[in-house]
């Protein structure tokens, strides 16, 4: 069974910065894509950002561009989501999820596409 730890999360004022943190019990992670989402409170799940199993591709929601950046150490089995200039709209639960289909160039935003999700992080933006 494949398991997926988020850490990172935590209480910070806007205009602060987190770096969430995703952990894949996977052998052959680095043959994956991964994505981050988010949910908050009322609202549906959302795609944040996602990374191409070689770094070669990377893909971010409109409301983050330009203040997060997604990256991955295969070596580690681990994705990373670096938020900067966080908003109170930017609270929520993240969650990290892989890829169903190996080697793909494109990163997809369809929560289909990811078959495996780990528990999430909170992260709270106070104004």
């Known amino acids: 069974q494949v398991q997926l730890v988020e850490s990172g999360g935590g209480l910070v004022q806007a205009g602060g910065s987190l770096r969430l943190s995703c952990t894949v019990s996977?052998?052959?992670?680095?043959?994956?894509?991964m994505g981050w989402f988010r949910q908050a409170p009322g609202k549906e799940r959302e795609f944040v950002a996602g990374?191409?199993?070689?770094?070669?591709?990377?893909a971010y929601a409109d409301s983050v561009k330009g203040r997060f950046t997604i990256s991955r150490d295969n070596a580690k089995n681990t994705v990373y989501l670096q938020m900067n200039s966080l908003q109170p709209e930017d609270t929520a639960v993240y969650y990290c999820a892989k890829d169903r289909v190996p080697l793909v160039k494109m990163v997809l935003s369809s929560e289909g596409r990811y078959d495996y999700w780990g528990q999430g992080t909170q992260v709270t933006v106070s104004s």
């Open positions: 990374i191409s199993w070689n770094s070669g591709s990377t």
């Open positions: 996977e052998r052959t992670f680095s043959m994956y894509a």
